[in-house]
């Protein structure tokens, strides 16, 4: 049985969420902008492959996706609770 | 106007920037300046944004879609019935191809998520509070 919330195919192999990791920076300035002040969060998510063998993958989120990103987890949580 | 990228001069040290440059011989008439002020308060947001785009080299979060599937498992005579979230993320850098992730969570992985994420917006909360 399936409930979809998106048409959403699976392009990928599906890894199980072990544990996350995180960084908030602030970029302060580069070799194109002396002045960027802006913060942002990396974050590395620890994941397993189906034989349990573990890798990292990390990635890089400004405030705004931040806000979409722990939303749509909120969302998800709702969801699956009444499920 | 390398030298407004370089900076990102609010407005006041715009003004006074330009007001020098007026000043200057061989430097820019005012209303020149004036063109060049009306300039900067328009684009500004968007050059910024753009710089920063260019100072992130590492993998990105490009997109992000997600659902939740009914997972059976048959343990015993009875089927369980489980809820887990299947989660897809686009990652990339810059101008390459994106690499696709695809996270399982049951219910308890995703609480588990959702506390890291509320310590990483209470941070940030602080954060913008002192800045």
Redesign the interface.
């Known amino acids: ?6 048409d ?1 195919s ?8 072990v ?2 990791k ?1 960084k ?1 920076g ?2 302060m300035s ?1 070799d ?5 002040k ?6 590395t ?1 620890k ?1 397993a492959d189906p034989s349990g063998q573990i890798t990292d ?7 705004p ?6 939303r ?3 969302e ?2 709702a ?3 009444t ?1 | 106007f390398g030298r407004l ?4 001069m609010d407005l006041n040290q715009l003004e006074a920037f330009l007001t020098a440059q007026t000043k200057k011989q061989g430097g820019i008439t005012s209303d020149q300046a004036a063109v060049i002020a009306k300039f900067w308060k328009n684009h500004r947001i968007k050059i ?1 944004e753009s ?2 785009n ?3 080299w ?4 490009k997109n ?7 997972k ?1 498992q048959s343990r015993h005579i009875d089927q369980i ?1 489980t ?7 686009e ?1 990339g850098k810059n101008g390459q191809e994106s690499e ?8 308890a ?6 506390k ?2 509320s ?3 209470e ?2 909360t602080l ?2 509070q002192t800045a």
């Not at chain 1, 049985?1 to 998106?6: A, E, R, T």
């Not at chain 2, 992985?109 to 959702?114: A, D, F, G, N, Y």
């Open positions: 049985m399936l409930v979809s919330h998106l959403m699976s392009r990928c192999p599906i890894l199980s969420f544990d996350i995180w908030l602030v970029a580069s194109t902008c002396r002045s960027l802006y913060p942002y969060v990396t974050v998510l994941v993958k990390s990635f890089e989120m400004t405030v996706q931040f806000k979409n990103f722990f749509q987890f909120k998800m949580a969801v699956l609770e499920v | 990228l370089k900076t990102d910024h710089l920063i260019q100072s992130r590492d993998n990105v979060l992000m879609n997600w659902r939740v599937d009914l059976s019935n809820p887990v979230a299947i989660v897809e993320m990652l696709f992730l695809c996270l399982e969570f049951d219910e992985k995703v609480s588990q998520m959702l890291k994420l310590e990483i917006e941070s940030m954060l913008t």
